[in-house]
């Protein structure tokens, strides 16, 4: 099973602690010596679920949205960053330079186009900007990849 994340980035503590929960509730749902975990690696959600499928004895495969997206993380965000790409089995690549939000739709979509199944981190509102997190979920419903919501109830951001 091949299954993709997206989701919102800084969340408070409290709401991280719930995601972490069901992430691992839904990464146990699969067979793990066949999972494999489809991550942008973001801070936040991205990067949880890559530990999580990783901690699991999964494989991880990095969607990268551009070559100047790692410099668009926070910098604290670098070490994980690193690490992560570097337990990858495969880093897919869109071919764009620039880390704006038409690359990061782009990642989105090769990472769609490579999953079974989406995670979303998702509060059900719209996008705060294009290529949000509801922009994924929206272009992964039209292309028949299942979604399935991960968001604790009366969880704001």
Same mark, same amino acid.
């Given at each position: 099973?091949?299954?993709?994340?997206?989701?919102?980035?800084?969340?408070?503590?409290?709401?991280?602690?719930?995601?972490?929960?069901?992430?691992?509730?839904?990464?146990?749902?699969?067979?793990?010596?066949?999972?494999?975990?489809?991550?942008?690696? #973001? /801070?936040?959600?991205? $990067?949880?679920?890559?530990?999580?499928?990783?901690?699991?004895? &999964?494989?991880?495969?990095? %969607? @990268?949205?551009?070559?100047?997206?790692?410099?668009?993380?926070?910098?604290?965000?670098?070490?994980?960053?690193?690490?992560?790409?570097?337990?990858?089995?495969?880093?897919?690549?869109?071919?764009?330079?620039?880390?704006?939000?038409?690359?990061?739709?782009?990642?989105?979509?090769?990472?769609?186009?490579? #999953? /079974?199944?989406?995670? $979303?981190?998702?509060?059900?509102?719209?996008?705060?900007?294009? &290529?949000?997190?509801?922009? %994924? @979920?929206?272009?992964?419903?039209?292309?028949?990849?299942?979604?399935?919501?991960?968001?604790?109830?009366?969880?704001?951001?």
């Amino acid at each position: 099973m091949r299954v993709g994340i997206t989701g919102h980035r800084g969340l408070s503590l409290l709401v991280e602690r719930e995601v972490r929960v069901l992430m691992a509730e839904a990464v146990a749902r699969h067979d793990l010596a066949e999972l494999v975990g489809i991550s942008c690696i #973001a /801070d936040g959600p991205d $990067a949880w679920f890559a530990d999580a499928v990783l901690d699991a004895g &999964g494989r991880l495969e990095v %969607v @990268v949205p551009a070559t100047k997206y790692r410099e668009s993380l926070p910098d604290w965000h670098h070490p994980v960053y690193d690490r992560l790409i570097a337990q990858a089995a495969d880093v897919h690549h869109t071919g764009m330079t620039v880390s704006d939000s038409a690359a990061h739709m782009a990642g989105s979509e090769i990472l769609v186009g490579l #999953a /079974d199944e989406l995670l $979303a981190v998702w509060d059900g509102e719209p996008s705060w900007g294009p &290529g949000g997190t509801a922009d %994924v @979920v929206a272009y992964a419903e039209r292309s028949g990849v299942p979604v399935r919501v991960l968001w604790p109830a009366g969880a704001s951001r």
